[in-house]
């Protein structure tokens, strides 16, 4: 009977301990399933592949936290256009600057033969092309006029692919009366759709008819913001350059355009302390 009493005694003992074990395993295993559910860090330790999966686990669950956003998205970039480049000592100095400056060469000429060889040893350049102006001063040869045909365009145009195999943009060089001329414009526009040319309207005239053509042909279009060194001056220049910084921080980007004059080069060089509020790209990667 004492023997009965023990063994059910013993029996009621070993009963509570499971049960007090079970639950305790229970509310362990919730406790830590909790933890890994809610907490982006678990507070035990853990190995790194297990943290990850954590942070994973985490994130997931939580749809509302938000993500973190990409600094690409948001830092206003700009770009810097070289114009009217012919020479190797103009690249040379452009290089020496190490900031990413995109060269737009001018097509070769008796003047300037060596314009196309010397593109050879550049990676980002892109292809400056002579159109009409208004005031003819010193017109490069082979500059495309508002009464030529689509066939010479074509033509031009091929030859410029030909010469500068390492690009698919092109800027205008001067071209005030060309751009600003509708039949010319839908003309050139076929041509460079026909070579796949990304244009960029350097917007040598307020009426350009850039946009229209391009649309109409499906020509990738670029616009320049501004020009830096119309007037020569480390002043202007400056003065420029903080107001291409305001552009790219209002719209997200900026273009602009100078020449390869010693000032223009030395002053951008020397103006760190404003272009650090963005990010310089080459042209290519603004597409
Ligand atoms: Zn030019």
Redesign the pocket.
């Known amino acids: 009977m004492l023997q009965t009493t023990n063994h059910r005694q013993r029996k009621k003992l070993s009963w509570a301990i499971s049960s007090i074990v079970s639950l305790w395993v229970v509310c362990g295993v919730s406790f830590v399933g909790l933890k890994a559910e809610t907490q982006i860090e678990p507070v035990f330790k853990v190995t790194n592949e297990k943290k990850l999966l954590y942070k994973n686990q985490a994130i997931l669950s939580n749809p509302t936290k938000p993500k973190p956003k990409s600094t690409k998205q948001t830092e206003p970039t700009i770009a810097l256009i070289c114009?009217?480049v012919v020479t190797q000592r103009q690249i040379d100095k452009l290089k020496a600057t190490k900031l990413p400056i995109t060269i737009?060469f001018?097509p070769p000429t008796f003047r300037h033969k060596n314009s196309a060889k010397i593109a050879k040893g550049v990676a980002n350049y892109m292809v400056?092309y002579?159109l009409e102006a208004l005031k003819r001063r010193v017109e490069e040869e082979g500059t495309l006029m508002v009464d030529d045909s689509y066939e010479t365009m074509l033509a031009r145009t091929k030859q410029l692919k030909a010469w500068y195999p390492g690009t698919n943009i092109t800027n205008?060089?001067?071209g005030s009366r060309f751009t600003s001329n509708e039949q010319a414009m839908d003309r050139f526009m076929r041509s460079l759709k026909k070579l796949n040319y990304i244009f960029l309207d350097?917007r040598t005239i307020g009426q350009t008819v850039a946009k229209k053509y391009a649309q109409k042909h499906g020509v990738k279009l670029l616009q320049r913001d501004i020009f830096l060194d119309n007037i020569p001056t480390r002043r202007y220049i400056r003065k420029q350059l903080k107001i291409l910084v305001a552009k790219a921080r209002q719209n997200g980007r900026a273009i602009a355009i100078f020449?390869p004059y010693g000032i223009s080069i030395q002053t951008i060089e020397t103006s760190k302390d404003i272009l650090k509020a963005v990010k310089l790209v080459y042209i290519k990667d603004m597409l």
């Open positions: 114009d009217d737009s001018l400056h002579p205008n060089h001067t350097s020449h």
